[in-house]
Structure formats: structure tokens, C-alpha cells
């Protein structure tokens, strides 16, 4: 909204000092109840030069810089356009830019050619912008540190097929200038394609065991299943300070990282062996398996323009303590 009454302002104000008739330097526009817009003129020689300016373009770029609050890279004005000022109430951030010849209030140190400008901020460090995430990746999991294929375990996996999926509500909450929160909860489903395709997940009183299934047929797939619901808190620095990470479609060209807790809770699981036996057949086995009903780990995420990866290692084991082999799962990928 703020976009479309700047523009009209400005066409109003470059018809009012087109005509030139008027003596006074200054021409204020009232915008709205509380935002105004005004320009000085030092030099009236200037107004040709004023009719040819694109203000268009230049309030575009710079309300662009307003809403993500970067006032880092303003374009380049030529012109005796001295002040151009949008001030909104108290609640709100007060902008004002002014000219680099102005003898009398610049620093001696100062030597910008172009527009400058002070930013005051009030209250607005904890603004929150809202995504939806989608994480794709692969997992695996330790077993004293090393992979369980190093053993022949028949619990091994295979990374290609052991998808990782996860859909969350992410909220980022400005804390600094480039320093982010980022909160949230969403869904994710862990999926360990065993290595072996005959492989039978099964359980008793003392535990979770693994066994290759022998009858004669011929075997697709094994694997193991788990969903979780996950709340992450994943402090962020973002060097480009935007207010959320550019999209795919959209560019940029920030490096963020963060580092940060996560926890969650399992909502379900499954064991899922597929096999061809005069037609394909689905075996589907829905129990706890002594998986834990917690998971809890650290999670880094590390962007650069449009593209987030994400690295997660869980702390606490797969299986209940004494019920399953000590396995410490993880999962890497890309965030959408």
C-alpha cells in the first residue's frame, strides 16, 4: 500500500515542479494521516534536470531497501535533491536521507559521492516473517561411530532409497541486524532402506532383532519407518541481513549459518517388505519396535542465495536402551 502512495506522490510532485512557478525551495506532499513526502530544492537550474529523473526507479529501488531494511546500497542521485523523507508514528521506523555536499552537517570523515542515510529503529528487532519448508534428503546411522555395513550388519542401509522428509512451519524472528531465530514445528519421516532386500525387523520381551527371511521368493525391498512431529530453534546469522532466505525463483546473494537444537516426538512407525510372488506383494508390520518415543540433536543449516542444506544428527539412540543395537541416526539434504 505504501508502495502505490509513494509512486502517486511522486508523479504529483514531479508536475508540481515541472511548472516552476511557485518561489519556495520546498514542496511538501501530505501523504495518508501520518507519512509525508518532501522535497528541497537547492539550485532552481536543477528542474530540468529533475523533469528527466526516473523517480520511479528510485523509489522503487529504495522502497525495496525499506521493506527488508537494508539501506546499504541506495542508488545514486546527481541531481540538488537534497531531502526526500517518509515519516510514519512512533510505532514505526523513521527513514531520512539527505545530500553529501551538505556542508554544514556532514562528518569531515564522510566522503560518500552519493545518498546516505540515518536509521532509527524502534521496537522492530522482533519482527517475525512466516515459510513453509519442505527438507528432502537421505539417512544412515552410527553405530559407535562407524557405519554398521562395516560389521555386515543386516540392520546396514542403503543411502540411496533411505529417504529423509520433512514439512514444517518455519517462523524468523529478526534479534540484530544480521542475527535471526528461526522456530518451528513440522512432520518428518525417517526411512532406512535395508541393504538386504529379505530382511525381517522383528521383536520379543527382550528386544528388537534382525533376521533374512527365507522363504522363496523374490525379494524388492526391507525397510523401516518412522515419523516424528519436530520442534527446531535454530539461531541464524545471515550476512545479507534479509528478512527471510530468497527462494529459487527469486536470487540473492546472502550467506547465512546456524546452528541449533532440535526435539521430537513419534507418532508412528512400520516395517515394509516388498517381494514378487505370483503377483507383488506388500507386507506391512505397524509397531514400536522399541523405537524411542523421544529423539532430540543438533541440526546446521547453511545457505548461500536461493539454496539451504541441512545437516541433522541425533544424540539419543534409535532404539530404547537394552532393546536394539546402539544406533545414532542422521540425515543431510536441501531445504525448499
Not at 526411512?191 to 527371511?213: A, M, R, Y
Request: a negative charge; charged letters at 25%.
Amino acid at each position: 500500500m505504501i508502495r502505490k502512495i509513494v509512486l502517486t506522490a511522486t508523479l504529483g510532485a514531479c508536475i508540481i515542479v515541472s511548472s516552476a512557478q511557485q518561489k519556495s525551495d520546498t514542496i511538501i506532499v501530505e501523504l495518508a494521516k501520518t507519512s509525508k513526502v518532501i522535497f528541497t530544492i537547492q539550485d532552481r537550474s536543477d528542474l530540468e534536470t529533475l523533469k528527466q529523473y526516473d523517480f520511479q526507479e528510485l523509489f522503487r529501488d529504495m522502497l525495496t531497501k525499506l521493506e527488508t531494511n537494508d539501506t546499504s546500497a541506495l542508488p545514486k542521485v546527481d541531481t540538488a535533491l537534497a531531502l526526500v523523507e517518509i515519516a510514519k508514528d512512533e510505532e514505526d521506523e523513521d527513514w531520512s536521507w539527505h545530500n553529501g555536499d551538505d556542508d554544514e552537517d556532514d562528518d569531515e570523515d564522510d566522503d560518500w559521492n552519493n545518498w546516505h542515510g540515518h536509521h532509527i529503529h524502534s521496537n522492530h528487532w522482533g519482527r517475525t516473517w512466516q515459510s513453509f519448508n519442505l527438507a528432502l534428503g537421505t539417512n544412515n546411522y552410527l553405530s559407535d561411530g562407524k557405519f554398521p555395513d562395516a560389521d555386515n550388519a543386516l540392520y546396514s542401509v542403503r543411502p540411496w532409497g533411505s529417504w529423509y522428509v520433512g514439512l514444517s512451519s518455519i517462523q524468523r524472528t529478526r534479534m540484530s541486524k544480521k542475527f535471526f531465530l528461526e522456530w518451528g514445528i513440522g512432520v518428518d519421516w525417517y526411512n532406512f532402506k535395508f541393504q538386504k532386500d529379505n530382511v525381517l525387523i522383528q521383536k520379543d520381551d527382550n528386544g528388537v532383532f534382525f533376521t533374512e527371511d527365507p522363504r522363496d521368493v523374490s525379494f524388492i525391498k526391507s525397510k523401516l519407518t518412522a515419523s516424528f512431529v519436530t520442534a527446531t530453534l535454530i539461531p541464524v546469522f545471515d550476512f545479507g541481513d534479509n528478512s527471510r532466505k530468497s527462494r529459487f525463483w527469486e536470487g540473492g546473494n546472502s550467506f547465512r549459518i546456524g546452528l541449533g537444537p532440535y526435539v521430537g516426538y513419534r507418532i508412528a512407525s512400520h516395517s515394509k517388505l516388498v517381494f514378487k510372488d505370483d503377483g507383488k506383494e506388500k507386507e506391512k508390520n505397524h509397531d514400536s519396535f522399541y523405537l524411542n518415543n523421544f529423539r532430540y540433536g543438533a541440526r546446521l543449516q547453511i545457505g548461500y542465495r536461493s539454496t539451504d542444506l541441512f545437516f541433522n544428527y541425533d544424540l539419543n539412540e534409535l532404539f530404547a536402551a537394552g532393546k536394539g543395537p546402539k544406533l545414532n541416526a542422521f540425515s543431510f539434504g536441501v531445504i525448499f
